[in-house]
């Protein structure tokens, strides 16, 4: 129904910069919410960052002033801008949504990215 699909990961050195994107597709009548999760090795899925559909965005302790979500609801697409990273931020990064599909449009359903491996090592 709703497939969303995460690039931009990848090897990159302390103190980098990367930039993720997700890009949502299938039957999507509204989006409520897109946000970002992490998972390292041994450890659970973290919020990093979220976007209501409004503008309004919240942002976890891990990574607060290094990253900047933003997105174009209107081409169903969340941006992850990812500063000064440290072999810490090591893991995958998922995409995940609240949306209402044109099968269900009363109901939202949250789905999830494949999820896109970012390595901060020098």
């Known amino acids: 129904q709703v497939q969303l699909v995460e690039s931009g990961g990848g090897l990159v050195q302390p103190g980098g910069s990367l930039r993720l994107s997700c890009v949502a597709s299938g039957s999507i009548f509204n989006i409520a919410s897109m946000a970002w999760y992490r998972q390292a090795p041994g450890n659970g899925r973290e919020l990093v960052a979220a976007m209501a559909s409004g503008g309004g965005t919240h942002y976890a302790d891990s990574m607060l002033d290094r990253v900047t979500i933003s997105g174009d609801y209107a081409k169903n697409t969340v941006y992850l801008q990812m500063n000064k990273l440290k072999p810490e931020d090591t893991a995958v990064y998922y995409c995940?949504?609240?949306?209402?599909?044109?099968?269900?449009?009363?109901?939202?359903?949250?789905?999830w990215g494949q999820g896109t491996q970012v390595t901060v090592s020098s």
């Open positions: 995940n949504a609240d949306v209402r599909t044109y099968e269900n449009r009363r109901v939202s359903r949250n789905f």
